[in-house]
C-alpha cells in the first residue's frame, strides 16, 4: 500500500513525499488505518520497522481534523518514550514528517535548559514528546494542564517496564482526560502480560497489531561471536581493528559506566579516538559526542545499554560486544545500530569466562546460531601501550610545604605514662 492510498492531510502527504516515503512497512499498514478510524491500537513491533513514522502521521492526521485555536493553547498531543535519545529522533522524525503542518512539537528531558523548556510549555506547544521525568516535575508546577491532550502514545512501552518508570507513567495517565475522550497508541517490541494490564487499565477497547519480523536481526548484519578468555580482551578488539583497512566507525558495547570509562581511557591511551557514552553524560554533552561520531572526528563511541535504542546512525560500519549483554533482547538492539539504510554492518561479541553462558539465550532469541571461533595469535595485537596514565596531582600549596608536621606530644597522666607509671 502506498501512502497516496490513505485519506491524508495534503500538508502531511507533502511532508511524506520530501522525506521520500512511499510504501507502507507492515506496521505503518497495519496500525494506520486503524488509527484514523479513531480506534485505539496497542502495537507490537521492532525497532526499525517504521513505527514512530506510524504513529506520528495518525497523530498529525487527528490534529488537522480540528484544527487550534489562535489562543495560547495547552498540548493537544502526548507521546511518552523512556529515554532522552528516543526523545530527540522521534522529534527530528516529526520535524520531517510535519514540515508543511502548523504543529509546534516541544521535547522535555532532563539534562538540557529546564527554564527554556518550561516557558516553551508556557507559551503553548501541540504536541509534547516527553521523557516522564522532567514532565512531572512541570506537572507538579502546573506549568501546563493535560487536560486538552486528544492523543496519547506510548511508544517502548516494554521498555518503560524495564527502566522502573512504570509508576511514573501511571501518575501522568491519571492527569489525562478518561481514555474514552482520547485515542491511545501503544507501541512495544512485545506485548507481554505486564504491557497488555496497561492497555486494559488506560485504553479504550484495544486493536492488536503484531509484525513477528521474519528474522529477528538484520540480515545484512555480519554477525561472529570471539571465544576469549578477559585479559585477551582488549588486544583482540586491536588486533581486530587493525586488520580494516576501510574507514570504520566503530560502537562499542559494555555492561556499566565503570568498564566504558576503563575501556576509553585505555583506547585513548592508544591514541583511538574516543568517547564514553552512558546514562550520567549530560544531554548538551551527549548530543555532542553524537554529532561528532556522525561525522568522524570519532572513531570509537564505547556505550552502555543508553545507546541501543534510539539512536540512528548512518554509517556503523562494526557494533562490538566488547560484554556480551545479559539480556538477549538487548543483543538484538545492539547490533541493530548497524546495517541501517540499506548498508552492510558487522557485529563482533566477545564471549569471555564469565559471560559465555549468556550465549545460548541470545542464539534462542535470535532463532539461529551465531557462527564462533577461537582467536588466532594473528588476531591479537600485543604490540599497545600498557596502562594509564594518571593526572598529575596538583603541587603542594608551598605554606603547606614548607612547614614540617609536628608530632604532637602524648599527654601525661591518664593512660599515656609508662607501663607500671601513674597512668595505670
Known amino acids: 500500500m502506498k501512502f497516496t492510498e490513505l485519506d491524508l492531510p495534503a500538508d502531511l502527504l507533502r511532508g511524506i513525499e520530501q522525506i521520500g516515503f512511499t510504501d507502507l512497512t507492515p506496521v505503518q499498514e497495519e496500525s494506520i488505518p486503524l488509527a484514523l478510524l479513531g480506534r485505539d491500537v496497542a502495537a507490537q513491533a521492532q525497532t526499525g520497522t517504521g513505527k514512530t513514522a506510524a504513529f506520528l ?51 522535555i528531558f532532563g539534562g538540557v535548559d529546564y527554564e527554556k523548556q518550561r516557558q516553551s510549555l508556557r507559551d503553548g506547544v501541540d504536541v509534547i514528546v516527553a521523557t516522564p521525568g522532567r514532565l512531572i516535575d512541570y506537572i507538579k508546577q502546573n506549568i501546563f494542564s493535560l487536560k486538552d491532550v ?24 491519571r492527569k489525562l482526560p478518561p481514555f474514552d475522550q482520547r485515542q491511545t ?9 505486564r504491557v497488555m494490564e496497561l ?15 521474519e528474522q529477528v536481526t538484520a540480515e545484512r548484519i555480519e554477525q561472529i561471536a570471539y571465544h576469549v578468555a578477559r585479559r585477551e580482551k582488549f588486544p583482540l578488539l586491536l588486533g581486530l581493528m587493525k586488520k580494516e ?21 585505555r583506547l585513548q591511551h592508544n591514541d583511538y579516538r ?22 568522524g572526528k570519532i572513531t570509537f563511541l564505547v ?27 538487548d543483543y538484538v538492539h545492539r547490533i541493530g545500530r548497524t546495517a541501517r539504510a540499506g548498508a552492510l554492518g558487522k557485529s563482533i561479541s566477545f564471549a569471555d569466562e564469565d559471560l559465555a553462558f549468556f550465549l545460548p539465550d541470545i542464539e534462542e ?6 557462527p564462533s571461533t577461537v582467536p588466532q595469535e594473528e588476531d591479537l595485537c600485543h604490540n599497545y601501550k600498557r596502562g594509564i596514565p594518571h593526572k598529575k596531582s596538583p603541587p603542594p600549596d608551598k605554606k603547606t610545604a614548607s612547614t614540617p608536621l609536628k608530632r604532637p606530644r602524648r599527654r601525661q597522666g591518664s593512660g599515656g605514662g609508662k607501663p607500671g607509671g601513674p597512668g595505670r
Open 57 to 107: 502521521i495518525a497523530l498529525f492526521t487527528r490534529l488537522s481534523a480540528t484544527p487550534a485555536t489562535g489562543k495560547k493553547r495547552g498540548p493537544r498531543a502526548l507521546v511518552l518514550a523512556p529515554t532522552r535519545e528516543l526523545v530527540v529522533q522521534i522529534c527530528a522524525d516529526a520535524e520531517g514528517l510535519g514540515a508543511f503542518c502548523p504543529f509546534k512539537v516541544q521535547p
Open 245 to 265: 583497512t576501510e574507514t570504520i566507525r566503530v560502537l562499542v558495547f559494555v555492561n556499566t559506566k565503570r568498564e566504558a570509562e576503563h575501556l576509553s581511557a
Open 199 to 213: 492497555a486494559y487499565e488506560f485504553m479504550n477497547i484495544t486493536d492488536k497489531v503484531r509484525i513477528e519480523p
Open 365 to 370: 532469541y535470535i532463532g539461529e546460531k551465531i
Open 274 to 295: 574516543v568517547a564514553v557514552l552512558s546514562g550520567d553524560v549530560i544531554q548538551k554533552r551527549r548530543m555532542k559526542i553524537l554529532d561528532e561520531f556522525k561525522d
Open 185 to 193: 497508541m501503544l507501541f512495544s517490541a512485545t506485548l507481554s502480560q
Open 303 to 329: 556505550a552502555t545499554d543508553v545507546a541501543s535504542r534510539g539512536i540512528h546512525i548512518d554509517g556503523v560500519t562494526h557494533v562490538v560486544n566488547y560484554d556480551l549483554p545479559q539480556d538477549a533482547e
Open 150 to 173: 486528544e492523543s496519547l502514545v506510548i511508544d517502548e512501552a516494554d521498555r518503560m517496564f524495564d527502566m522502573g518508570f512504570i509508576k511514573d507513567l501511571r501518575f501522568i495517565l
